[in-house]
C-alpha cells in the first residue's frame, strides 16, 4: 500500500517533551508537517529540542511548565492558540520515577526488618509514593482536561498516552511507577469510552526497555558495562537489547493519523522488543 502520512497543519502538543523519548516523539511529528508545542518543565530542554525541529525545517515552540501546574497549562494553553492553534493531537509523556519510592532489594527476606541501612517495603517514603502518582497520573489528566478542550466537535482529533511495560507486569523494586503506569493505562482506557461519541481517539504506548538520562544510572556501571539489573532485562527481551527512541515513532505516527487507525481506540501497545510475551522458559 502506497501512502503518505500528511500532518500538515495540524497542532500536536507534547509534554515531556525534552525528555529522550518525548523529544523524539516531537520530531517525528514536525518531521510529517505537524505544528508542535514542546512543554516541559525545564524551559532550556524544550527549546533545544525546538531548535533542532527548525532547523530541520519543522515549526515547534518551547513552553515551560509544570504539569501538576493547572494554572500554569492553562497559561500555556493559551500561548499555544495564540501561536500555533487549537491541538490536535495531544501527546501525554510527562512521567517518572522517585528514589525514595522504591526498594533496595528485590525481595524481602528474613531479618531484613533489624537492617538499619535497608530500604525495605515498610520503609517507602509516603511522599515519594505520592509524587510518582502525580507526575505520572496527574500529569496525563490535567494536560488532558486543559488541551483536549480544543478538540471537541473537531475531526481527526486524539490522544496518545505514555504508559509502561510496567503497567502489564510489574518490575521489583519500583512499586509505586508500576501502579502508576498501570493507572495511565486504566485511565486511557476510561478516556477512550468517556469521549467516544465526540470522537477523540484516545490509545497509549507502552514502551519496553529504553536507555534514557532517568534510567542509565541503574542500567549501566560507572565503567560503561551492562548492571546485573540490565542482564536480567535484556535475558527477558527476546530480541536481545534495549529499543532506540526512533522505534516508537511508527507506532506512535500509526496512532495519530485517522486514516490508519479511526476505529482504533482504548488501546495499549506494548512495544517491548518481545518483553510482554515471554514466560522466562
Known amino acids: 500500500?502506497?501512502?503518505?502520512?500528511?500532518?500538515?497543519?495540524?497542532?500536536?502538543?507534547?509534554?515531556?517533551?525534552?525528555?529522550?523519548?518525548?523529544?523524539?516523539?516531537?520530531?517525528?511529528?514536525?518531521?510529517?508537517?505537524?505544528?508542535?508545542?514542546?512543554?516541559?518543565?525545564t524551559m532550556a530542554k524544550a527549546e533545544?529540542?525546538?531548535?533542532?525541529?527548525?532547523?530541520?525545517?519543522?515549526?515547534?515552540?518551547?513552553?515551560?511548565?509544570?504539569?501538576?501546574?493547572?494554572?500554569?497549562?492553562?497559561?500555556?494553553?493559551?500561548?499555544?492558540?495564540?501561536?500555533?492553534?487549537?491541538?490536535?493531537?495531544?501527546?501525554?509523556?510527562?512521567?517518572?520515577?522517585?528514589?525514595?519510592?522504591?526498594?533496595?532489594?528485590?525481595?524481602?527476606?528474613?531479618?531484613?526488618?533489624?537492617?538499619a541501612d535497608l530500604v525495605t517495603f515498610f520503609d517507602l517514603d509516603e511522599q515519594g509514593i505520592e509524587a510518582v502518582f502525580n507526575l505520572n497520573f496527574l500529569g496525563t489528566l490535567l494536560p488532558t482536561q486543559v488541551f483536549a478542550q480544543d478538540m471537541l466537535d473537531r475531526e481527526g482529533c486524539c490522544i496518545v498516552n505514555v504508559s509502561s511495560m510496567n503497567a502489564f507486569t510489574p518490575l521489583t523494586k519500583i512499586p509505586a511507577y508500576s501502579g502508576a503506569k498501570a493507572a495511565v493505562s486504566n485511565f486511557t482506557q476510561w478516556l477512550a469510552v468517556h469521549f467516544s461519541k465526540v470522537g477523540i481517539r484516545v490509545n497509549?504506548?507502552?514502551?519496553?526497555?529504553?536507555?534514557?538520562?532517568?534510567?542509565?544510572?541503574?542500567?549501566?556501571?560507572?565503567?560503561?558495562?551492562?548492571?546485573?539489573?540490565?542482564?536480567?532485562?535484556?535475558?527477558?527481551?527476546?530480541?536481545?537489547?534495549?529499543?532506540?527512541?526512533?522505534?516508537?515513532?511508527?507506532?506512535?505516527?500509526?496512532?495519530?493519523?485517522?486514516n490508519l487507525s479511526g476505529f482504533v481506540t482504548g488501546v495499549v501497545i506494548p512495544v517491548d522488543g518481545g518483553f510482554s510475551a515471554y514466560s522466562g522458559v
Not at 27 to 37: E, F, I, P, R, S
Request: charged fraction near 20%.
Open 48 to 115: 533545544a529540542v525546538a531548535e533542532e525541529i527548525r532547523e530541520a525545517g519543522g515549526t515547534a515552540m518551547a513552553y515551560g511548565v509544570n504539569v501538576l501546574d493547572k494554572i500554569g497549562l492553562e497559561a500555556v494553553h493559551e500561548q499555544v492558540l495564540r501561536d500555533l492553534g487549537p491541538c490536535d493531537i495531544l501527546l501525554n509523556g510527562a512521567g517518572g520515577n522517585n528514589a525514595k519510592a522504591q526498594t533496595m532489594n528485590e525481595y524481602y527476606m528474613e531479618g531484613d526488618k533489624a537492617k
Open 1 to 41: 500500500m502506497a501512502y503518505t502520512l500528511d500532518l500538515t497543519n495540524k497542532v500536536a502538543v507534547v509534554t515531556g517533551a525534552g525528555g529522550a523519548l518525548c523529544s523524539s516523539f516531537a520530531k517525528a511529528l514536525a518531521a510529517q508537517g505537524a505544528k508542535v508545542a514542546l512543554l516541559n518543565r
Open 204 to 258: 497509549a504506548i507502552a514502551p519496553g526497555f529504553f536507555v534514557s538520562q532517568q534510567n542509565r544510572g541503574l542500567l549501566f556501571n560507572d565503567d560503561g558495562t551492562p548492571s546485573p539489573r540490565a542482564h536480567k532485562i535484556l535475558n527477558a527481551t527476546p530480541m536481545g537489547r534495549f529499543g532506540e527512541a526512533e522505534e516508537l515513532n511508527g507506532t506512535l505516527l500509526y496512532l495519530v493519523d485517522s
